[in-house]
């Protein structure tokens, strides 16, 4: 085997290291490094010194531009809430969403690539539950600045983001809501498509609705997160003010239902509910219908924007018979002993004038007047007082002035004329018992609350305040009916709801009183050709908090008087406002000033 394989095929020469020897470098080359590093270093200070000096307030400019976006104020609004913090009005933050087919892309894809219409609308639509084919029809041949659609919520916002396509844009918007929908359309109001107030507190209150906001400049570092350094003092605190108001979202619901129902049953034009504090004026409840829903305003014809309450006349009827009977005891023209002798007709002025059923009620004191609504006997009774002095009294209450209220629109009451009332008899005649001039019924909620009150003239109001409060002041300063006179009329009114027994407002173990009315009304002057069915209550008698008046327009089905058709409203409103104000029942029953019940009507 060996023969076979040479020797030196078995072992492997190692290879010999060649070795050079080291040689100094040149000194010329030296020069030519260090100089050629000195030039180097020299070019870039230049260039440092170039870019600082002289280029460096431009770069700087530039740099803050890229870092800073201005945050351009929503023009938000207030919130409005009930006396509870239930929210009535708010704003909500939606989104427009705009598309630039020229700008489409995906995420990762090159920078020239841009994408399809139909590769952009296939994903929007899901999002958008918009048909793919409406989307194309939009897309299709447009290259930048297509409207898509508007109304986005924060959340369908936020998933279009998520998509990262380039070429859509959201614009963020504020949007007013009523969550409440039309329960206080008649006195809140609502702005338009263009945000401009139209109606209700949204206008009378428009500038102090509207927050205070200014445009921000923030910088932002690359992830997104606000640089502190530059940012001035409370460029992060909101205007978190909310408008409180007096209103109860419980018992506007009970009474609006209560209203809408019995307009239905009595196929009546229209009618009104007000729960009021006769102590301070505020109004806890304000229902009227026909309204409108302020979420689509436009559905619905402008003549139900306004709020009849406030805005419009009715001529009071019988609900007025306390309020004159207060002046003549006041005036001492009569006593709370007295009678009067109703035979069924007087003649003034060459005028007869009757009872509302043309029957006599012979001799009864004024409980009883007050009681069968006895027209001849307020006839006389206000004979008593010279005309001049009971004009006197109605101009003391500001019967033809606009009443001192927040409520927007509201409207003066209309009498005639001092030489007309007191020349003509006829027109002192009518006024006793409520007709012949016209207040709204705003108006007579205000005078029953001054009987209730002791005889003080409150100012109505639903607004409790802002942070830095709003509320109307009441002027408690004018006493204009004696507290005794005012509480005879109480308890006479109290004889109303008792003579009238279980099937009124009655209710066990708590003193109410109150006066119902039916009273024709004129159009333009030219006759009477409608009636209003009206009640007033006060509750509790022997320490009075709330005054509830109802008045329902023009119900069209026979038997229509203030007891049938507007006081069931007004039991279920006083059943609801015992509960919610946890009103306490009288420890003593009331003493019942007439035994004499039974289901009366009035005129």
């Not at 279009?160 to 969550?179: C, E, N, T």
């Not at 305003?297 to 007025?320: A, D, I, M, N, R």
């Not at 019924?441 to 409060?469: C, E, R, W, Y």
């Amino acid at each position: 085997m060996s023969s076979r394989f040479p020797l030196h095929n078995r072992y492997k020469k190692k290879k010999k290291l060649r070795f050079i020897p080291l040689q100094p470098i040149a000194t010329s080359r030296l020069k030519v490094s260090f100089l050629v590093i000195c030039a180097g270093l020299v070019a870039l200070t230049g260039r440092m010194a170039w870019l600082q000096l002289y280029e460096g307030p431009f770069l700087k400019a530039q740099a803050r531009a890229n870092q800073t976006r201005k945050v351009l104020p929503l023009g938000s609004r207030r919130s409005i809430v009930d006396r509870r913090g239930r929210l009535i009005a708010v704003d909500e933050t939606r989104f427009r969403l705009y598309a630039h087919p020229i700008q489409f892309q995906f995420p990762g894809d090159s920078k020239g690539h841009i994408r399809r219409p139909i590769e952009v609308a296939k994903p929007l639509a899901t999002l958008l539950t918009i048909p793919i084919y409406d989307l194309m029809a939009a897309l299709e041949g447009q290259k930048t600045g297509v409207k898509l659609v508007e109304g986005l919520s924060s959340e369908i916002a936020s998933k279009v983001r998520r998509l990262g396509i380039s070429g859509l844009d959201l614009q963020p918007y504020s949007h007013r809501v009523y969550p409440q929908d039309d329960l206080f359309a008649n006195v809140v109001g609502f702005l338009d498509y263009d945000r401009n107030a139209q109606a209700g507190l949204e206008l009378s209150l428009n500038k102090r609705l509207s927050r205070k906001e200014k445009t921000k400049s923030i910088r932002y570092g690359k992830d997104g997160t606000a640089i502190p350094d530059g940012i001035k003092p409370n460029t992060f605190v909101e205007d978190n003010q909310r408008l409180y108001l007096t209103l109860d979202a419980r018992l506007q619901q009970i009474a609006f239902n209560a209203l809408k129902s019995q307009i239905a049953k009595w196929n009546a034009k229209k009618g009104v509910v007000i729960a009021m504090d006769v102590n301070n004026g505020e109004i806890l409840a304000l229902a009227s219908t026909p309204t409108y829903n302020p979420n689509k305003y436009w559905e619905y014809s402008p003549s139900l924007y306004k709020e009849w309450s406030v805005q419009e006349l009715f001529e009071p009827g019988s609900t007025f018979k306390p309020i004159n009977l207060a002046f003549a005891l006041q005036e001492e023209v009569i006593n709370q002993h007295d009678n009067i002798y109703d035979d069924g007709q007087v003649r003034v002025g060459g005028w007869s004038l009757g009872n509302w059923d043309n029957k006599p009620n012979g001799l009864i004191d004024f409980a009883r007047v007050l009681q069968v609504s006895s027209n001849v006997g307020m006839v006389k009774t206000m004979q008593k007082l010279s005309p001049s002095k009971h004009w006197d009294w109605l101009e003391r209450l500001e019967i033809d002035q606009r009443p001192y209220t927040d409520l927007p629109g509201s409207v003066a009451g209309q009498m005639k004329s001092k030489e007309l009332f007191v020349n003509q008899p006829i027109h002192q005649a009518v006024a006793s018992y409520g007709q012949g001039f016209s207040i709204t019924p705003l108006k007579l909620a205000q005078l029953h609350a001054l009987i209730a009150n002791g005889g003080k003239l409150v100012s109505p109001h639903i607004t409790k305040g802002f942070k830095d409060q709003y509320a109307l002041k009441n002027n408690f300063e004018n006493q204009l009916i004696d507290p005794t006179v005012a509480k005879t009329v109480l308890s006479w009114m109290e004889s109303v709801v008792e003579s009238y027994g279980d099937g009124s407002v009655k209710t066990d173990n708590y003193r109410i009183g109150g006066k119902t009315g039916t009273a024709d009304q004129t159009k333009n002057g030219l006759g009477y050709s409608s009636k209003v069915c009206s009640f007033v209550a006060v509750l509790p008698i022997e320490s009075p908090r709330f005054v509830v008046l109802v008045a329902i327009d023009n119900p069209t089905k026979p038997g229509a008087y203030g007891s049938t058709v507007a006081m069931p409203v007004a039991k279920k409103i006083i059943d609801s406002l015992i509960a919610i104000e946890k009103i306490p029942p009288t420890e003593i029953s009331p003493t019942l000033i007439s035994s004499e019940k039974g289901n009366l009507k009035d005129s």
